[in-house]
Nanobody
Framework: QVQLVESGGGLVQPGGSLRLSCAVS????????MSWYRQAPGKERELVAT????????NYADSVKGRFTISRDNAKNTLYLQMNSLKLEDTAVYYC???????????????WGKGTLVTVSS
């Protein structure tokens, strides 16, 4: 079955760094774009960053541009999010996601991990 397992969250001081990982299994990781989302307490889930299947193109929310870097290792079926210069407002549960059209099943697939908590606090 499909699994997306995030790790790497934790408590960090403002200005610090964390690297999140998302280990993927159950579908052809290298065939699809991937994304990171986050959901802060009391707020809606928001898109943080996306990366194309070959890693050649990335996009970021304005709030994280210049501080976060999304990357992937298709040989390891793993997605990453390097987070630098963390701010209090980056506190959230971070989720990895893959959403694509399955041409064999003729349906859209939308896979989520269970999330990893990032807390930025002094």
């Amino acid at each position: 079955q499909v699994q997306l397992v995030e790790s790497g969250g934790g408590l960090v001081q403002p200005g610090g760094s964390l690297r999140l990982s998302c280990a993927v299994s159950g579908f052809t990781f290298s065939g699809y774009a991937m994304s990171w989302y986050r959901q802060a307490p009391g707020k809606e889930r928001e898109l943080v960053a996306t990366i194309t299947r070959d890693g050649g193109t990335t996009n970021y929310a304005d709030s994280v541009k210049g501080r976060f870097t999304i990357s992937r290792d298709n040989a390891k079926n793993t997605l990453y999010l390097q987070m630098n210069s963390l701010k209090l407002e980056d506190t959230a549960v971070y989720y990895c996601n893959s959403r694509f059209y399955d041409v064999r099943a003729l349906m859209t697939r939308n896979y989520w991990g269970k999330g990893t908590l990032v807390t930025v606090s002094s």
